[in-house]
């Protein structure tokens, strides 16, 4: 459940419950990336409140917003999301080993289960890639930065000439630049 939270017609933050375990993973990785993204300078997201267990046993995450009744939705591509994703870029890119990238552990996940894929998907042409990526860059040292991973309208607003990106859950730290615009 996600609840809006607000005073009159201010909106002050979203909070996020939930009794499943699983969500509750989802809420502090959330949380953290938030923390991180804050500490390394990202603009346009929210700040992690809160992200805890109440007595009862619900999970819990809180996070403020910078959303009015104002804003709105932008549902073509335009050079906030570009900004957007070039800040996200510059404030978290780093060289690292091909094999310790998030990227390079979503591939081996993706190589495991390939066959969960639905008949319609050319899972062969999907092993060829991912074999093509890994040939060319293990044992390497490649450029990565954060990855939000749900880059999608729904998941953003403009508000006074600004995109703010929210439901940070499936993001990673170490992703080639730029993918989120496939997203």
Known sequence: ITMQLSSG???????????????????????EML?????????????????GTLECGTHIFVQSTAKTASSSAKHNWCSLHEEFLSQL???????IAFEDSDFCHSLDLLE????????????ELISRAITGI?????GKKVEFSAFHGDFTPWNMFV?????????????????????????
């Open 159 to 183: 508000e006074k000439g600004r995109l703010f990106v929210f439901d940070f859950e499936y993001a990673a730290k170490s992703y080639p630049p730029g993918l989120d615009r496939c997203h």
């Open 112 to 123: 495991r289960h390939i066959s969960w894929l639905p008949d319609n998907i050319d899972a």
């Open 9 to 31: 017609r201010r909106i002050l933050g979203y909070c996020k419950l939930s009794n499943s375990d699983d969500i509750k993973e989802l809420f502090a990785k959330e949380s």
């Open 134 to 138: 890994k040939r060319s860059s293990c």
């Open 89 to 95: 870029h510059e404030k978290t890119k780093e060289s």
């Open 35 to 51: 923390s991180w993204l804050a500490g390394k300078g990202v603009t346009g997201i929210p700040k992690a409140l809160y992200c």
